[in-house]
């Protein structure tokens, strides 16, 4: 590297380090059960079939990748008493439908606890769209779907259980695609807690090692 190539960098590292300090020296402690309130996750809307063949669906943001090679892995805590679970548990099936904005006035209806083989898709007015490897529906207003077989579950408690979907499909409507998912045509619904989701996201880009 030339001599003024290390100063240019040198300066901008400088640069760098002072515009992180945008926020002053006082920080507060959470609640440890409050620590979730400083992740934003994105919302999924999980749904999945009784054994007599009616849909379920509901909201799940404690959702994750888990791994893509060898396997295409992906996780979400449900509590044991969910419908979502119970069906899980007879068939081992679920569609993750990726949700944007507008999902965020029928929270309140999919979360309601409707009795079993009530289907929320058809509570909110969505429509159901036949899946192409299992049998729980997809979600036509949703922006893209994983298509999930569970490979394994682990019980983190006596009421929340892990599930681990293996993704055997996984499906985006062109518009909201552009090498990444397009988060300012489709703004993902993210949660937080309670009432708080967070909607405008903007795509940014930083060199990588
Ligand atoms: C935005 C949002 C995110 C949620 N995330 C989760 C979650 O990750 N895990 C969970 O067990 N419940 C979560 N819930 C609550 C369930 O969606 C809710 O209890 C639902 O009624 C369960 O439906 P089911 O019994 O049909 O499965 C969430 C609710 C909302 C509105």
Redesign the pocket.
């Known amino acids: 590297m030339k001599n003024e190539e290390v100063v240019t960098n040198t300066l901008k590292i400088f640069i760098l380090a002072v515009e992180l300090n945008t926020f002053s020296d006082v920080w507060m402690k959470l609640d440890l059960k409050e620590f979730y309130k400083l992740l934003v996750r994105p919302?999924v809307v999980?749904s999945?079939i009784s054994p007599n063949g009616i849909s379920?669906?509901?909201?799940?943001?404690?959702?994750s990748p888990m791994d893509t090679e060898p396997k295409t892995l992906f996780g979400?805590?449900?509590?044991v008493?969910?419908?979502?679970?119970?069906?899980i548990k007879s068939n081992g099936e679920f569609v993750a439908n990726l949700v944007g904005e507008k999902f965020g006035p029928l929270?309140?209806i999919?979360?309601?606890?409707?009795p079993y083989e009530i289907s929320?898709i058809e509570e909110c007015g969505l429509t159901e769209i036949e899946s192409n490897h299992v049998k729980p529906p997809r979600i036509k207003e949703a922006y893209g779907w994983l298509e999930c077989e569970m490979i394994d579950h682990v019980h983190l408690s006596d009421s929340?259980v892990w599930v681990i979907g293996r993704v055997i499909e996984a499906e985006v409507k062109d518009e909201a695609f552009d090498e990444v998912v397009n988060v300012e045509k489709v703004k993902p619904?993210n949660?937080i807690w309670g009432t708080a989701?967070v909607t405008d996201m903007r795509l940014n880009r930083f060199k990588r090692a």
């Not at 379920?56 to 959702?63: I, K, L, V």
């Not at 008493?81 to 069906?87: E, G, L």
């Not at 999919?110 to 409707?114: A, H, I, V, W």
């Open positions: 919302t999980v999945t379920n669906a509901a909201p799940f943001s404690w959702n979400f805590a449900s509590d008493k969910h419908d979502t679970w119970r069906n929270m309140e999919m979360e309601r606890d409707f929320e929340v619904l949660h989701f």
